[in-house]
């Protein structure tokens, strides 16, 4: 039986690990954990915030996932959004999902992050 999911894990390209950090840690407030010695020869890193883990492994070939993408619950959603908006990443609200305030923004290798919260939890933006 299913209980959780564990992380969600994106690709980026091989040397991109300083952008990700910056990002993951400076712009969207995650911690960066560190992976295990026989993992991290691989190249990548990896995040949490709170029980969120998402892994950036490296691919050779990499190609950015435009429409597949994590969604992260977030609280104080304006807040967050502007928070993201003065680090330099672009936010697109959007919407077309009954019941939520969501955005979406990229990471700095251009995957896509979707970013939401239940009306209930938000004040109007």
């Known amino acids: 039986m299913l209980t959780a999911v564990d992380h969600v894990q994106l690709a ?3 040397g991109s690990e300083d952008r990700l950090r910056a990002y993951y840690t400076g712009v969207l407030g995650m911690t960066e954990i560190p992976k295990p ?7 990548g890193c990896w ?3 709170g029980s969120v883990q998402l892994h950036l492994g490296v691919e050779d070939d990499f ?3 435009r429409k597949a993408h994590p969604g992260l619950r977030v609280t104080g959603i304006a807040a967050y ?3 993201l908006k003065e680090r330099g990443a672009e936010v697109v609200w959007d919407a077309n999902l009954p019941g939520h305030h969501r ?7 251009g ?15």
């Open 12 to 14: 980026a390209p091989p």
């Open 37 to 43: 010695p026989v993992l991290a020869a691989r190249g």
């Open 47 to 49: 995040f949490a915030a």
């Open 63 to 65: 190609r950015p996932a």
């Open 81 to 83: 959004a502007q928070r």
């Open 103 to 109: 955005f979406y923004s990229e990471d700095p290798v």
């Open 111 to 125: 995957n896509r992050l979707e970013f939401l919260e239940p009306h209930e939890a938000a004040p109007a933006r």
